[in-house]
């Protein structure tokens, strides 16, 4: 197990289409979580899955934001009708519940630019 | 709001010197914090953490120290390197998610 994944590492999308990244976390995790940051500012927490529950959505995912964990393992993050406000580094992190550094591991982002 | 922020955006040191990047927080009641450093094209690579029941916990050239008195800790780096050179933050779960603050970015100098 190589850490956290995600894909793609970059995607440049036109303004109005729907674009959708990967996360594999380590395969121990049983939570996941998506962050998103812009330049010059700590990640913002997005949400975070337990197994394949969605237990906690922030006030800055849109209803044009979803995320799927469909069988526990890997995720995903679905931005329709993007923005270019949506611009940013998609993070996602997991960790395993219990552990008594939470454990947060990172993966490297997906950088999307919408033009 | 954010319970986490940090002093000073920018430090700029020099090769070999110590470092120090600080942060303070809001929510006395914040028992654990997380240092994290951010490499460019990079997500963040926790370094350090600390329990409220501590004021000083020590790593491998890191050092962190907690004031609880007056909510700040501060990360210490000793002998920095140019491989040093990122964005730090502070961070603390809450509610089993992580709140960061805004970020120092170390430049070390040769």
């Known amino acids: 197990d190589t850490g956290v994944s995600q894909n793609p590492r970059h995607k440049i999308t036109k303004r109005g289409q729907n674009v959708t990244f990967r996360c594999d976390p380590i395969s121990e995790h049983n939570r996941l979580y998506w962050y998103r940051q812009t330049l010059g500012q700590g990640p913002e927490f997005l949400t975070y899955f337990q197994n394949e529950a969605q237990l906690e959505k922030s006030r800055l995912l849109s209803d044009r934001f979803s995320a799927e964990r469909p069988k526990g393992s890997f995720s995903t993050l679905e931005i329709q009708r993007t923005e270019q406000g949506d611009s940013a580094m998609y993070l996602c992190a997991s960790s395993l519940v219990g552990r008594g550094n939470y454990g947060y591991t990172f993966g490297s982002g997906t950088r999307l630019t919408v033009v | ?110």
């Not at chain 2, 690579?45 to 020590?58: E, G, P, T, W």
């Open chain 2, 1 to 110: 709001g954010e319970s986490v922020g940090l002093h000073l955006p920018t430090l700029s040191v020099q090769e070999g010197d110590n470092s120090i990047i600080n942060c303070a927080y809001s929510n006395s009641a914040s028992d654990y914090f997380i240092w994290y450093k951010q490499e460019s094209g990079k997500g963040p690579q926790f370094i350090i953490d600390i329990r409220s029941n501590m004021d000083k916990r020590q790593g491998q050239r890191v050092t962190v120290l907690l004031n609880k008195t007056v909510k700040h800790l501060s990360l210490q780096i000793a002998a920095t390197q140019p491989g040093d050179s990122a964005v730090y933050f502070c961070a603390e779960p809450l509610l089993g998610k992580l709140i960061f603050g805004q970020g120092t970015e170390l430049s070390v100098k040769p």
